[in-house]
């Protein structure tokens, strides 16, 4: 299903803008996850750089995507897995899971269009 959404998602012509901010934060990984969701607001982190995906129902609360909404989703995606212990984890990756992060990035800048807030700190 996660890999059949990703397909669906990039075979279909983008119909939002890129966005972009002109203000941006530096978030720890302890601020973002007030960004989980319950307070309207969700944020989720891919490649350090931290979007705004509020707009979305996919990522809050009872949503399909949820349990990345105010968390580092980078591994989970460059992995093509939604295994919550993914999430918040930093560890190198190789090249072919680069490529998939690469895609994911493009999709949450180009093809959703999803605000860039900030920045993720690292440690």
Not at 24 to 42: D, I
Not at 109 to 123: H, Q
Request: hydrophobic content about 35%; cysteine-free; charged content about 25%.
């Amino acid at each position: 299903l996660f890999l059949g959404a990703f397909i669906y998602y990039f075979s279909i012509p983008s119909t939002k803008p890129p966005s972009s901010s002109s203000s941006t934060k530096e978030f720890t990984l302890e601020e973002l996850s007030a960004y989980n969701g319950k307070n309207a607001k969700a944020y989720v982190a891919v490649k350090n750089k931290v979007f705004d995906v509020s707009n979305s129902e996919a990522y809050l609360p009872g949503g399909s995507y949820a349990q990345f909404a105010g968390k580092d989703a980078t591994l989970a995606l460059s992995k093509m897995n939604m295994d919550p212990s993914l999430l918040n984890i930093r560890q190198p990756i190789n090249e072919e899971e680069q490529k998939v992060l690469d895609d994911w990035e493009k999709y949450f800048e180009e093809r959703k269009g999803y605000p860039l807030v900030g920045t993720l700190k690292l440690d």
